[in-house]
């Protein structure tokens, strides 16, 4: 028979694991799967010719929003908005275009110390984290690794996009486990696969929850090397096998992207599966999106909206997106309400009962939206895009308030439009809607004199 002292010890022991164990199983896991360069276009359920069932299933099982926007326009301040709640105007490195991975000025930019991210208030709080895929976040240095900033775990790549087959930037090593560069062979859509279904299995083994970002590099282009110019090439990476899978799309381009979009909904369904197998889908709410819109060049669709990746038009930022916790979220119910990628970090907070005051976020908590349809009420949303010299863009700015949205292109040239009545911007309405003009103007302009900072000058 145990002594007093010691049976005491168990029995808090015991007592201190079941209550850990409840509040697990009250916080929800949260899994994003985030994917690149995918338009609205590019989704069986938002109207694709590209099969997509496995998130078409999560949209039967969830919320499809019908007006959910992206943070940007490009891949890193798109990922600074999600995973910090914050305008990326509001970035001290003014990511407000691509890091580039061989640029010298870039190997020393990237998120820095003191902009928190999702994953760092998550860990604080007793949340298991993963990154998994793509970052994108800074290169170069372990300071801009995930690690960094909030993540237990890293599984992947540092650049804009990669070499599918032998997980290189052109010939340069780019897959991490965690800080340290390994080889891989394979192909990088299943890595990242198999990489979530191996997290998913560990955490049978934990009662912590999980916050896990599945950063898919597809259906983005492939980084590949070409030895006669010694130089990167973007090359279209898929595979034979998913090729036949798609073999009705005549236009060549388009159709080597759907190959590549195909493989990554079947790791979309793998996963799922995994979450499934291993007792976890239930309370883990799970949030599909993309990053951005499609790219006409590489394949990609934004119909029947107007612009792509690198416009601010809504084909460059209106994106997919659905959200599916079982018993907390209506199955096959859609959304007309105006969200974004910005509105995840206080929502998830909600969810996981964090305390987010002292943080400054520009997103809203949703989560009256996804449990009970509860309206989110008239939006204000901001978008800016730096001048990037290397790939030929220039500034752009965006301003939706209400129905109504402002936009400034790299050229200077304004629109106007009213989105309610011209959802896919055709009529533009400077000359009939001057007063309307002249206020979004001058809105505008009073952002980016609030969000950006002054601690940095602007990069050129």
């Not at 940007?72 to 105007?89: D, Q, V």
């Not at 900033?149 to 930037?169: A, E, K, N, P, S």
């Not at 790791?267 to 951005?292: A, E, Y």
């Not at 460059?316 to 119910?333: E, L, N, Q, S």
Request: aromatic content about 10%; charged content about 20%; some cysteine.
């Amino acid at each position: 028979m145990l002594n007093t002292p010691r049976r005491s010890i168990l029995m808090f022991l015991s007592l201190f694991a079941f209550c850990s164990q409840l509040q697990a199983a009250e916080r929800p896991n949260i899994l994003i799967i985030f994917t690149d360069d995918q338009g609205i276009n590019d989704v069986g359920c938002y109207g694709s010719e590209i099969p997509t069932p496995h998130i078409d299933q999560l949209a039967k099982e969830g919320l499809l929003f019908r007006q959910y926007y992206s943070a940007s326009a490009i891949c890193t301040p798109s990922r600074f908005g999600i995973l910090t709640g914050r305008n990326p105007t509001r970035s001290q490195d003014q990511l407000l275009g691509a890091l580039m991975f061989m640029s010298d000025i870039d190997q020393n930019r990237g998120i820095q110390p003191g902009e928190t991210t999702i994953a760092d208030v998550l860990q604080q709080n007793g949340y298991q984290t993963a990154l998994l895929g793509k970052w994108h976040l800074g290169h170069g240095t372990e300071s801009f690794l995930p690690t960094a900033h909030g993540f237990d775990l890293f599984r992947g790549h540092t650049g804009g996009c990669i070499d599918y087959f032998t997980m290189t930037y052109g010939n340069i090593p780019d897959w991490y486990h965690n800080q340290r560069h390994v080889s891989e062979n394979g192909y990088a859509t299943d890595l990242i696969t198999e990489e979530a279904e191996h997290f998913l299995k560990d955490q049978q083994t934990t009662d912590k929850p999980f916050f896990l970002f599945l950063s898919y590099n597809a259906p983005h282009f492939g980084k590949g090397w070409s030895p006669g110019d010694q130089s990167p090439v973007n090359i279209m990476q898929a595979r034979g096998d998913d090729l036949k899978r798609v073999g009705t799309i005549k236009d060549k381009v388009r159709r080597e992207f759907a190959a590549m979009t195909v493989s990554l909904d079947d790791g979309i369904g793998r996963v799922m599966s995994s979450l499934k197998n291993n007792g976890l889908d239930q309370n883990t709410l799970v949030i599909f999106m993309t990053d951005h819109g499609g790219d006409y060049v590489y394949g990609g669709n934004n119909q029947p909206f107007r612009g792509a990746k690198a416009t601010l038009f809504e084909g460059g930022i209106r994106v997919p997106c659905i959200i599916r916790w079982p018993g907390k979220i209506k199955a096959g119910t859609e959304t007309n309400e105006v969200a974004w990628a910005l509105d995840l970090f206080p929502t998830i907070c909600h969810f996981a009962n964090v305390d987010t005051d002292g943080l400054t976020l520009d997103g809203k908590d949703i989560s009256g939206l996804l449990t009970r349809q509860t309206p989110v009420g008239t939006r204000e949303l901001y978008w800016q895009l730096g001048p990037h010299a290397e790939l030929k863009r220039g500034r752009w700015s965006a301003l939706r308030q209400g129905d109504w949205k402002y936009i400034q292109d790299a050229g200077g040239e304004e629109f106007l439009f009213d989105l309610k009545a011209d959802p896919y911007e055709k009529q533009n309405l400077t000359q009939s809607q001057s007063t309307k003009l002249t206020e979004l103007q001058e809105r505008r302009d009073t952002l980016v004199k609030t969000l950006t900072p002054q601690v940095k000058s602007i990069a050129p």
